[in-house]
Each structure stands twice: as C-alpha cells, then as structure tokens.
C-alpha cells in the first residue's frame, strides 16, 4: 500500500501528515478520511475546486498517473496545462503536470506528495 502525504505551505505549522492509502481510493476521498482539509465541490471533476499539486516523494520523476478526461478538461479551461502537455501526455502515457484534482486521481503503487491548497 502506498503512502501519500498531504502538506499545505499555507498551515503556519507546516503540518504534514502521511497516511496510506488504496488503489481504488481517490486522493479526496483519502483526504476526507484523515480530515485533511481540501476544498471541493462537485466531487466529479467538473468545477476544478479540488485543485492540489501531486509530486513523487523525491519530486523528480514524472509519475505515469495520466490525467483523466475530466481533468484534461479542467485543467487547460484553468490554464493550468497545454494542448502541447495533452498531446505529450497521449504519447507517453505520464502525468504531464503536478496539477491535479483531487477527486479525480487515483492512488497507484506509488509514494506521492499532495499540496494543498494549491490557489
Ligand atoms: Fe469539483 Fe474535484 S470537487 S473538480
């Protein structure tokens, strides 16, 4: 099982908490579950309030989480990705920023980090 760490720069003391978390969880879900407090709204990828930044715990190498239809949408209407990162991301099948939104990514086999909030 992998552990994911939820960090927020903006808690003035910097907590950070590490919890595990499954394959078939959605990192919102993971976060409503250790009360982590990120903002959401529709819970179905649609009005990008539960934006977060996802890193690999050494934060160097690009995770193969690609982006689902939801995000691809939302991301780029927020500006957040370009059409060159989609088509990047077609090809090679890895995730093409740090942007995500919680609600729609899920756990892999892999340590992350989530900063929240990301505005
Ligand atoms: Fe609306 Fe995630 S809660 S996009």
């Known amino acids: ?10 808690h003035k003391d910097k ?13 919102l879900e993971i ?7 990120i903002d959401f709204g ?3 990828g649609e009005c990008g309030t539960c934006l977060v930044k996802v890193f690999s715990i050494d934060r160097k190498k690009r995770m193969a989480h690609p982006l689902t239809e939801h995000e691809t949408k939302v991301l780029k ?3 957040k990705i370009t ?12 995730m ?11 756990m892999r086999d892999e340590d992350i980090i989530v900063e929240y909030p990301s505005r």
């Open 77 to 79: 209407e927020m500006g």
């Open 42 to 44: 529709c819970g179905n």
């Open 31 to 37: 976060a409503k579950e250790n009360h982590i407090p």
């Open 15 to 27: 907590t950070v908490y590490a919890v595990a978390g499954s394959h078939k969880q959605t990192i």
């Open 83 to 94: 059409q060159a990162q989609i088509d990047q991301m077609r090809v090679d099948d890895l």
């Open 1 to 10: 099982m992998a552990n994911i760490t939820f960090s927020s720069p903006l």
């Open 96 to 106: 093409p920023t740090e942007w995500r939104l919680a609600c729609q990514m899920v």
